[in-house]
């Protein structure tokens, strides 16, 4: 397994794979990998000749410098587990060379609409952030896919959009969540959870599936599902910080014509903000 640090080795290395006739795969990541980021790796691996992982804490995406610095950087256990699951190459930059001018005077990606709603809205700037890092990686890799988890459904979806509206040759596949056996959604972030907080950490799941019953149900009756979900967040120890039903297509309100919804919770628990979603058929 080859670890690339630079953007030119690394574009040597493509030039020759595609030469070769080699079909690619890519897997973005921020590091501190765990076993849904391993499921990522194990099907571009199924799908491609040559698996290329990125590991880059991408400072751009951090709306808060206290997040970043403190953001877990564990490269040397990453590169290990990676070499055990067959990965071809590891593209593990510093900053200043994914950034050699600064992100003051970096030129950027932004996905309109998708990306100023949901999680947009709290997190102002983050997935410019997204779009822009994945833009570089895909010029840099040029795959012929690149797998994401549907863990971040709103990222996933503002991909898809990014490479349909600029015409990226890629296959984007998205991954099922990979869950803890309590039904926690494997995140990095579950680092910041105290033993404490992780025996509680699972009602995030257990509430968005009594929602998604209550929609599986027939019940459209949507602020007072997601006032139900926030007052039983409260009760189990989270602090919300957004919960939406919507289209899952469009990520915009339920209407009539909605033939698929999508539940995304976003909630603190202590040092930890938590993420996930479900869908939900809505024509049974």
């Known amino acids: ?3 690339i640090e630079t953007p030119p080795m690394l574009r040597r290395e493509v030039r020759r794979w595609r030469r070769e006739g080699k079909r690619i795969a890519l897997v973005p990541t921020m590091g501190n990998l765990h076993d849904g980021h391993l499921t990522l790796v194990d099907e571009a691996r199924a799908r491609a000749d040559i698996v290329v992982v990125s590991v880059f804490v991408n400072p751009m995406q951090f709306d ?3 997040d970043l610095a403190r953001y877990p950087r564990t490269l040397q256990e990453d590169c290990e587990k990676l070499n055990r699951h067959g990965v071809d190459v590891v593209f593990a930059p510093a900053a200043a060379e994914v950034y050699p001018t600064g992100l003051e005077n970096q030129t950027f990606v932004e996905v309109p609409v998708l990306s100023s709603l949901l999680e947009g809205a709290s997190r102002p700037g983050h997935f410019r952030g997204v779009a822009t890092i994945v833009s570089k ?5 040029q795959p012929d896919l690149a797998c994401f988890g549907e863990k971040d459904f709103q990222q996933l979806a503002i991909i898809r959009k990014m490479v349909a509206d600029m015409g990226y040759d890629i296959e984007i596949i998205g991954v099922p969540t990979v869950r803890a056996q309590d039904g926690l959604a494997l995140s990095s972030r579950n680092g910041y959870l105290n033993a404490d907080e992780r025996k509680l950490a699972s009602g995030l ?9 209550r929609l599986e149900n027939g019940e459209r009756h949507i602020e007072e599902i997601i006032e139900a979900g926030e007052a039983s967040l409260h009760e189990k120890g989270f602090q919300p910080d957004g919960l939406a039903i919507c289209d899952a297509e469009t990520l915009q309100p339920l209407t009539v014509e909605s ?3 999508v539940i995304l919770m976003a909630a603190w628990l202590g040092k930890a903000r938590l993420i996930d979603n479900q869908q939900v058929d809505l024509t049974q």
């Open 1 to 3: 397994m080859l670890i």
């Open 205 to 213: 799941s257990e509430v968005m599936r009594s929602m998604a019953a």
């Open 259 to 261: 033939r698929r919804a």
């Open 64 to 66: 808060r410098a206290d």
């Open 137 to 141: 990686l895909f010029n840099l890799v």
